[in-house]
């Protein structure tokens, strides 16, 4: 059963996400020759003020995404 985790800087929407996990459901299903049921996909969002950009924190350096 391949398991596939995504971290990633919070700040997408729901339908992004949703679009993410069958987009990369897909793939691995496609290069694989895994049936989509045994397929778990893992995504973590991680606040922006927890992710480190050389050193500092990452909404102290960036943009937060915009929401579609």
Not at 4 to 13: H, L, Y
Not at 33 to 50: A, F, Q, Y
């Amino acid at each position: 059963m391949p398991i596939v985790t995504i971290q990633m800087m919070e700040g997408r929407s729901t339908e992004q996400i949703k679009s993410l996990i069958a987009s990369v459901t897909e793939t691995i299903a496609a290069e694989l020759n895994s049936p989509k049921e045994r397929i778990r996909i893992l995504v973590t969002e991680i606040p922006s003020t927890h992710w480190g950009i050389a050193g500092v924190p990452a909404a102290e350096i960036i943009a937060p995404p915009k929401h579609t």
